[in-house]
């Protein structure tokens, strides 16, 4: 690699102190480490292999990449270009976030800093061996290899180098290879902020490169890509393929919003050479043939250079707010993990104090959550299945009223039915009518008779009846007692991973909350046992007035509907829903009679009939009342209430030296992770403190008044949030780029960001009338062909484009 000195006087003036100090503060970011947490605006480059990338990237930076046909890029290089007065090389690898622990700390230690340029070619093959590149082994690599490079005649400038695009595997690169090199592509691609330098090669037909389809779809408006059309001096003077490739250069047949440009490189087989030769052959090449009536700010290295420089200052100010929003987001994450981890925990004294304080923010989440107060950020989002599960109280009251429809769907052994269609019945309750259930109780009946006469019943056999028909409760009761302990179990394992570290988290879980969790379910258990058991055991008793209330509407609507059927057949009308008009004479006496001999004649029928009414009437109160029990001495006072119990200070000043350290006791892990998460915050909040120095910032050059009386300049106006500096090529008829003023807005936050006028650049001119342009297009031999079944190669490699 080489070093190769060129002249400034094109970058004098590109960029004002606040510009440069913008740039400078971005790069301090990287340098920081803050890419590693944050995306940060940078510029890409990309393409397939042979297409001119390294090249590119010489010509921009002066530094020179091997460029023979034989070599390629094998990982991401990051090169960073920083005017200043020492020359300098810093070369360093920043390892891939897939590596390993100890890997990555063996490739972070890969950092050398050289005075001069001689031992970088050394230094950067030391670097692949590191990484594990080598011929017979890992052709590439997804780590990042960074290189600063610092003097007097540098750029202002950061772009990351990508491996270029395989299309298809060789012996020297596997399939698996072609597949790592799309995967590390896309992945720089589908960053937000990052602007990709698309680099096509004009020795092939565009429509056939890999780059410009993965950029399209990573950026499908095209708003942050700028092509480069590489290799012109390859295109046959006059041909369609070189008038297809200038209506790619002046943004007609792909589009991108910051438009395109075109670079002719130095052959890489012509042995050594200046970039002031590198200059002299790019401009005698552009000053000749269809590419002398080009607009001269889309050729040459030059206007790249300053294109580059300007839109990346632009992308910085465009992305800037949303920056910042993103840091602090990460900040305040940052934050919250040390929180849970606390202060250092060296002493027994400072591990108490570390539970006293968990305790106590435990105790507050319990109660804000059995109060059903859901302000703390720890409830999280109610939509959310993790912030349902931490609304304790809602939960329980959810689980409280599922036990109660299920226990009165499924709580009872038999449900009687007259009607042939059970579908509303469970399939657990057994479907009967009245005159079997009756069957069944006079069987009952006769094996349990004692002395009562006839026509009367054994007042126990409704306790018979009525523990047969409450069987289902115990399961269903059980049940439900499992699901309220399990969600309480869920809700306290949230609330130890909110309040502490996930070491202390998972200590103060096993060794405090899941025996104080068992030993509540024992209780619930007994107190589910002592509720059931005068049900299962006991004789009916109750005072409640629902009792006769029930009883005597029971026996009422089975007396209305006998009474009705008599009603209907005397008067012969099949409904009492509707007034009827009764004609002729009807014995009122026969239908009393009739009335008052509905009765049962079989006294035991009788009896067993007013043993089933009895037993309704005292399972419907039996049941409401059990529902209540379970919901207010079961889950309430036995589990609900004694949950801020089981971790308190008291408890803390009580526990043991050892038992405190088993769960107070910093681990080398959490050491660790504490040093990890205070460097984060560090530079999360330094980046975060030199972003918020620009906000309101207005960033402008000493040429801004010109570029500002361009009328085309001040006309145009900004959408939304685009970049600082649009630069819309598709604005202009020959496709040059005119620069306009942003103003971004997002979240109240203002950046302005002047874009710079070039002194070489021509005076703003009227657009040409449509008659002059087609002239003008037509002595260049690029007059629109007239329709005709044969489609122009331009047209063909368009429409393959599209389609792919």
């Known amino acids: 690699m080489v070093l190769i000195p060129f002249q400034t006087d094109a970058l004098n003036g590109l960029c004002s102190g606040d510009q440069l100090d913008l740039l400078d503060s971005v790069d301090c970011l990287r340098s920081q480490g803050i890419s590693h947490y944050v995306s940060l605006p940078q510029i890409i480059v990309c393409g397939d292999q042979s297409s001119g990338k390294s090249s590119v990237l010489e010509a921009i930076s002066g530094v020179s990449f091997p460029v023979k046909s034989n070599l390629s890029t094998r990982f991401p290089t990051e090169l960073v270009l920083r005017k200043t007065s020492q020359m300098g090389v810093s070369v360093s690898i920043v390892p891939h976030q897939a590596r390993t622990e100890s890997e990555r700390l063996a490739l972070s230690s890969f950092h050398e800093k050289l005075e001069g340029f001689e031992g970088l070619p050394n230094l950067i093959e030391n670097a692949k061996v590191t990484m594990g590149i080598s011929t017979h082994g890992k052709a590439f690599s997804k780590d990042l290899l960074r290189v600063e490079v610092s003097g007097p005649d540098r750029p202002h400038l950061t772009i990351v180098d990508l491996p270029g695009l395989i299309h298809s595997e060789t012996k020297q690169q596997s399939a698996s290879d072609v597949e790592l090199v799309q995967d590390v592509v896309q992945s720089y691609m589908k960053e937000s902020r990052s602007i990709i330098l698309a680099v096509v090669s004009a020795k092939n037909d565009y429509a056939n490169q890999i780059v410009l389809k993965l950029a399209r779809a990573a950026d499908k408006k095209g708003n942050r890509t700028l092509g480069v059309i590489t290799k012109p001096d390859t295109l046959i003077a006059g041909s369609e393929s070189e008038a297809m490739y200038v209506s790619l250069a002046r943004n007609q047949d792909v589009e991108f919003r910051l438009g395109w440009h075109v670079l002719k490189n130095m052959d890489s087989e012509t042995g050594e050479w200046s970039l002031a030769d590198r200059g002299v052959k790019e401009e005698e090449f552009f000053s000749q043939g269809i590419w002398e009536d080009m607009s001269r700010s889309l050729l040459g290295v030059d206007k790249l250079r300053s294109r580059l420089s300007k839109v990346l200052l632009g992308q910085i100010a465009a992305e ?6 993103e840091i602090d987001i990460k900040s305040s994450a940052c934050r919250n993990r040390l929180d849970k981890l606390g202060d250092p925990r060296a002493t027994l004294a400072e591990q108490q104090l570390y539970l006293f304080q968990l305790s106590q923010s435990f105790q507050s989440l319990v109660k804000a959550a059995v109060d059903g107060t859901y302000n703390d950020p720890f409830f999280g989002d109610a939509k959310s299945e993790l912030g349902y599960q931490k609304r304790i109280r809602a939960v329980m009251q959810n689980l409280n009223q599922d036990f109660a429809d299920n226990i009165s ?18 399939k657990a309750v057994i479907p009967i009518t009245r005159d079997k259930f009756i069957d069944h109780i006079q069987h009952l009946m006769k094996r349990t008779r004692g002395r009562e006469l006839p026509g009367t019943f054994n007042p126990m056999i409704v306790s018979d009846l009525f523990l047969e028909q409450s069987a289902p409760w115990e399961a269903i009761a059980r049940s439900h007692v499992d699901k309220v302990w399990k969600a309480a179990k869920e809700f306290l394992g949230h609330a130890a991973a909110y309040v502490a570290d996930a070491t202390t988290s998972k200590a103060l879980f096993q060794k405090i909350f899941e025996p104080a969790l068992n030993q509540l379910l024992g209780t619930l258990n007994e107190k589910t046992t002592e509720l059931l058991t005068p049900h299962q055991r006991s004789h009916p008793i109750t005072y409640n007035h629902y009792f006769t209330e029930t009883l005597q509407k029971l026996r009422n609507e089975r007396n209305q509907d006998e009474y009705s059927r008599i009603v209907k057949r005397f008067f012969g009308v099949s409904s009492l829903e509707t007034p009827h008009y ?40 039996a049941l409401k009342r059990f529902i209540d029990d379970v919901a207010n001495e079961v889950i309430e006072a036995k589990l609900i209430s004694p949950l801020g119990g089981i971790f308190t200070p008291v408890a803390v000043s009580t526990m043991s030296a050892d038992l405190v350290t088993s769960m107070a006791g910093e681990s080398e892990e959490n050491r660790a992770q504490r040093e990890q998460l205070t460097k984060q915050l560090d530079v999360l909040t330094k980046g975060s403190d030199t972003c918020k120095r620009f906000i309101g910032v207005r960033l402008h050059s000493a040429d801004d008044d010109a570029t500002q009386s361009d009328p085309d300049f001040n006309n145009q106006s900004d959408e939304g949030s685009e970049l600082s500096f649009e630069e819309d090529a598709r604005s202009s008829t020959d496709g040059s ?66 389609e792919d």
């Not at 800037?320 to 929003?325: A, E, G, M, N, V």
């Not at 004479?585 to 043993?611: G, K, P, Y």
């Open 320 to 325: 800037l707010p949303s920056l910042i929003d």
């Open 409 to 426: 769907r499924r709580g009872h052994c038999r449900k009687v039915t007259e009607s042939n269609n059970t579908s509303h019945i469970s």
């Open 582 to 621: 009764c004609n002729g004479n009807h014995d009122l006496c026969q239908l009393v009679t009739d009335l008052v001999q509905c009765t049962e004649r079989d006294m035991n029928r009788f009896a067993c009939s007013e043993a089933l009414d009895c037993m309704e009437a005292y399972y419907k109160v």
């Open 737 to 802: 780029v005119r620069p306009r003023r942003p103003t971004i807005e997002r979240s109240e936050r203002v950046v302005e960001v002047e874009a710079p006028a070039f002194a070489s650049d021509p005076a703003p001119e009227a657009l040409p009338t449509p008659e002059a342009l087609d002239s003008r297009i037509a002595s260049l031999g690029l007059g629109f062909p007239k329709k005709s079944k044969k489609k122009s190669k331009v047209s063909a490699a368009r429409a393959a484009f599209e």
